[in-house]
């Protein structure tokens, strides 16, 4: 039985979900699970058994980037990440924990744009007197402890950056990385919406945006206070 799943069946048993309620907490992870879930409970009544061994979920390591842009379009591969943020969401008590905050300094193209400098009110003597992405990467993973953790974010653009930089700088990643969960389809399957961006995701559920948006620490916060309310069977590895 995999991780996944087997979360599924203790936190199906331990809130007494009905069949329609178990098809979708399954179906995050496989539909066809949930489907066959589904159908047991409702023909049969799902008996569960007390020696399910639940896997304890993971801490989230919620991160947001901040990289290099132009107002005519972005390449990822000119991308540089300019600032990592991020906050530690505890898998228990779902409280936000310590924070990680660092400007990064880019040396492909060091000069920010006007309009990075606008969207994300950085500005460039910050990031001439920052430290370089190595640096400030081996800071974020001190930072972090070793672990084992998911790390999170809103879409998979960070996580993607993140390597795109370790493999420019030659630093390697950690294991952990490779466990990302996607907080934008999480939320997405938890309501049954259409993936949304954060800022409509944060109204839709009522909450005020804390912070400067398009600033690396205050969007990971406001990320990391979505991700407390997603239950944990949806808080799945995402596939990017």
Known sequence: MTASIANRLQYCRRHILD???IEQTFSAVSPVAGHLLCLASSSLGLAWSSDVNPVPPLDLIVVDLEATCWKDGNLRERQEIIEIGAVRLSAD????GDSFSLLVR???EPVLTDFCKQLTGIRQEEVDSAESFPVVFERFLAWTGSGPYRLASWGGYDLKQLNLECTRHQTPPPGWFADHVNVKQAFARWKRIQPC???SALE???LPLDGRHHRGLD?????AKMAALIPEPFLVRSRI
Do not use: K
């Open 219 to 223: 969007d990971a916060m406001n990320i």
């Open 204 to 206: 839709f559920c009522q």
């Open 93 to 96: 008590t779902r409280q936000l």
């Open 197 to 199: 961006g954060m800022a």
């Open 19 to 21: 069949s329609t309620e």
């Open 106 to 108: 880019p040396t492909l």
